[in-house]
């Protein structure tokens, strides 16, 4: 019986070896775009570096570093504000078709806010990253939030607990596609705003860590029964701002997809 099990081990360890090296580019159709993506928190680091202001995930991670897993920060992280050469480098070698990076709200507006100032530099770091990528023969798809809203608009008013959120998203989103949209093509307004509300605002685990005190007594603050639905509502208009921006001013002279 023993001997039977092991063949049948091997047979299906076999089936699936030769079913995989079958498995290539020619398996997909000739428009399938293989790619690769990083949010801006996790991988620039540069926390202090080229005018950046600071995020909320720059706050929370500080302020409770027991909610991370490692209790790191993304202060340094994979250093991609001054190695993202070198990892172009390695997507090219990889012959990737495509890299997805986000932009960082607070990197290009430290305040949050146009009247607040535009930061130049961080301008010029998206510029430099997005130019090495296509130098590279790779496509560009940018997100405008992945989650790191600019502390100073969480201080103000709330972030997305306020509807004043809607206005200064709808300016980010223009500044990006005016500064990057004659190269970038392909956009995502909110990367997975149903976490970002979720983890955020119902169990307190990402920033802004805020909930009901009944559901984790470790938390900002917060109504878990009301608030998440304040924020879904509010990112759902400020992706139909960003949206509309898009289609009424850039979306035919940039060639927008």
Known sequence: MALNLVSLVWLFTLTISTSTLAL???SFPIDFIF???????????GAKEGGKGTNIWDTFTKKYPEKIADRNTGEVSVDGYHLYKEDVGIMKYMNLDAYRLSISWSRILPSGRISGGINEEGITYYNNMINELLANGIEVFATIFHWDLPQALEDEYGGFLSPLIVF?????A???FKEFGDRVK???TINEPSTYTTAGYVIGMFPPGRCSDWLNLNCTGGDSGTEPYLVAHHLLLAHAAAVQVYK?????CFNFK
């Open 24 to 26: 290539n580019r020619s």
């Open 35 to 45: 790619g690769t993506s990083t949010s801006a928190y996790q991988y620039e680091g």
């Open 168 to 172: 200064d998203f709808r300016d980010y």
């Open 174 to 176: 223009e500044l990006c």
């Open 186 to 188: 392909h956009w995502i």
């Open 248 to 252: 009424t001013k850039y979306q035919v």
